[in-house]
């Protein structure tokens, strides 16, 4: 992976391939650079905001038209989870790393092949930890999940 900065700022995760060595020498410095933009925060708060920022670039990349509402709610997921898990273990806890990739975007896959009308009810009957049933409720404020 590699950890810098988009053309707009905001921080980017790319993939590529090179030495172990080069890829943590590169890495330290830029996760360096983009926490002084940050504020000087901890090492692993960089990493989370990085990575989120990619996956919630992702969310918006599929789902364009999303409200700022909307965006607000899916921010809000990651904290919520968080919370819960380590009260009653919702999902995995080797999935919190990739909640909105393994669970979030995955949920909403099926609005990519179906739309709910307003005021239409809907029952997910054996959901596991909310999904796809939270974030499709998100999605689709004005049906009744």
């Not at 988009?6 to 926490?35: D, E, H, M, Q």
């Not at 002084?36 to 960089?46: A, D, F, G, H, W």
């Amino acid at each position: 992976m590699f950890f810098g900065t988009s053309k707009s700022g905001s921080p980017s995760v790319k993939l590529i391939t090179s030495s172990p060595l080069a890829f943590i020498s590169r890495t330290l410095l830029l996760i360096t650079n983009v926490c002084e933009k940050l504020i000087l925060l901890s090492l692993s708060e960089c990493f989370s905001i990085i990575i989120l920022n990619k996956l919630k670039d992702n969310l918006e990349k599929y789902f364009p038209n999303l409200t700022d509402q909307q965006k607000e709610r899916f921010n809000k997921l990651e904290e919520l989870y968080t919370e819960w898990n380590e009260k009653i273990n919702v999902i995995s806890r080797k999935d919190m790393d990739s909640l909105y990739e393994k669970h979030i975007l995955h949920s909403l896959g099926i609005a990519k092949v179906m739309e709910f009308a307003p005021n239409t009810k809907v029952l997910d009957i054996g959901t596991g930890g909310g999904f796809p049933g939270i974030p499709l409720a998100i999605l689709f404020p004005d049906s009744h999940f």
